[in-house]
């Protein structure tokens, strides 16, 4: 018997060019929120990450969609990503937190 699993991908333009490679990681984080791909993390001392708040220092970028049961995520921790396909709390704004993110390793620019 085989099983064929079908898996389908749309491109949301999140990576936005290879001139600097991309880096993972995987953080825990604590069950019960659910996030899109693109939104913005924070990572504490302890290695926990969650959705980044106004105040909260951004320094990730979740690499995929998570459900609020999950305790694990993979996040983006280097690279060139589209700022317009990036998410932050409702208060917030992406621009607010460019600089932290560029000393962390990511670099943000608009897709052409």
């Known amino acids: 018997m085989t099983i064929v699993e079908k898996y389908s991908m749309t491109a949301d333009n999140l990576l936005a060019g290879p001139e600097i490679p991309v880096l993972t990681k995987n953080f825990k984080v604590t069950a019960g ?8 993390l924070t990572v504490n001392a ?15 970028i979740l690499t995929n969609d998570i459900d609020e049961k999950a305790t ?3 996040a983006y921790v280097a690279g060139r990503f589209n700022r317009a396909a990036l998410f932050c709390a409702e208060e917030d ?7 932290e993110l560029r000393k962390a390793g990511i ?3 608009v897709k052409l």
Request: net charge negative; glycine share 6%.
């Open 93 to 99: 704004s992406v621009e607010a937190h460019e600089e």
């Open 46 to 60: 302890e290695g926990m990450a969650s959705a980044t708040k106004k105040a909260e220092e951004a320094s990730a």
């Open 33 to 40: 929120t659910a996030m899109k791909r693109g939104t913005l």
């Open 107 to 109: 670099h943000l620019t």
């Open 72 to 74: 694990m995520v993979t």
